[in-house]
């Protein structure tokens, strides 16, 4: 129940709360909204979700802020992204429209569950949307399911905006450089589990891959953006491989209007040394910064010292503030589901 939860020592990962919302892709369209309280799901045992990867996901948050309001965080880029998700594994778009009605709905119907301002958690939103219809052979579904629930959810990382070491990782790749990876599919995340394992039995908090082709320029780190700072620049890398973070694109955006130069271009990993702060950014952390990246192939340590940077610190500040309406959304970015 959510007045025995202990909000500041929330981790994250699932709680149950009161409803989910639910809508059905049949005969070519798109059905009503449905209420549901249910956790589990019936779906048939030749469905293409389960047997061809016709899956897909996204994650944003809900904020109680201090004016009293609740707020999500670029809800319609969210909506974008699966959009762009559903036109490359050959599902049925789901609305804009549609998207932000369903976003809106579950996160009044489960009011009570979001955490109070400050605590240190927040309203994790979660939409899936999975292809349910019956199929033998490679082909696409007849019919979906989008179904969106929600679970109030603690820092990503224990430490919170803390620094953390990460360990490049050789011998797996996350996503091929024409493959899903710029798609938010649950097959990327499986490709990276062995890595990450890996990762945390080395005592590392994250796996970090470098590009699938050549292994010589930096790609992602586990299931987050990279990105460095130096000589008041924010560089981010470019790569057809890499999930287009909306946290990240808002940083850039965040960086430039603080004054920084913004590049996005492929980053060598010799790179790393020039760097002064890197991080990993994602909805889940927003930023988490990282302490060093180990390359044990090389015997080669990238060092960005134990304490998070001022600039990563500035980025970080200001990002929150404007997810919790503290200072002006001058881009729009905030959209206001309880007044």
């Not at 059905?31 to 899956?55: D, F, K, N, R, W």
Request: glycine residues 8%; contains cysteine.
């Amino acid at each position: 129940m959510a007045e025995q939860l202990d909000w500041s020592s929330l981790g994250f990962g699932y709680h149950k709360t009161d409803y989910n919302v639910r809508c059905y892709y049949r005969d070519g369209k798109w059905g009503e909204i449905e209420v549901c309280s249910e956790e589990t799901i019936p779906l048939h045992m030749a469905a293409t979700s389960l047997h061809y990867g016709q899956e897909a996901f996204e994650g944003l948050k809900a904020y109680r802020c201090p004016d009293g309001k609740v707020r999500v965080f670029r809800v319609d880029e969210n909506a974008a992204r699966l959009q762009s998700t559903c036109r490359g594994i050959l599902m049925p778009e789901v609305s804009t429209e549609l998207f932000i009605e369903m976003v809106k709905k579950v996160v009044r119907l489960n009011e009570r569950f979001i955490p109070p301002y400050e605590s240190g958690a927040t309203l994790y939103i979660r939409p899936l949307l999975i292809g349910t219809s019956a199929q033998v052979g490679v082909h696409p579904a007849s019919e979906y399911l989008f179904i969106i629930f929600v679970t109030p959810v603690g820092p990503y990382f224990k430490g919170g905006f803390s620094s953390n070491p990460y360990v490049i990782i050789r011998d797996y790749d996350r996503s091929a450089p024409l493959g899903t990876g710029k798609y938010k599919v649950g097959g990327n995340y499986a490709a990276s589990l062995m890595a990450n394992d890996i990762a945390h039995k080395k005592g590392y908090a994250c796996e970090f891959y470098l590009d699938a082709r050549e292994k010589k320029y930096i790609d992602e780190c586990g299931a987050a953006n990279f990105f460095g700072i130096k000589n008041n620049t924010y560089v981010t890398p470019k790569s057809t491989s890499i999930l287009p973070s909306i946290t990240n694109k808002s940083l850039m955006q965040v960086a430039a209007d603080l004054g920084l130069t913004v590049e996005c271009r492929p980053i060598l990993e010799e790179e790393l040394e020039t760097f002064e702060e890197a991080g990993a950014c994602g909805t889940a952390a927003v930023i988490s910064p990282i302490s060093y990246i180990d390359d044990l192939d090389k015997g080669k340590r990238y060092d960005f010292g134990s304490e998070p940077g001022p600039v990563s610190k500035r980025l970080f500040d200001h990002l929150r503030n404007i997810q919790y309406g503290i200072v002006e959304d001058k881009h729009g970015w905030t959209t206001v589901v309880i007044e």
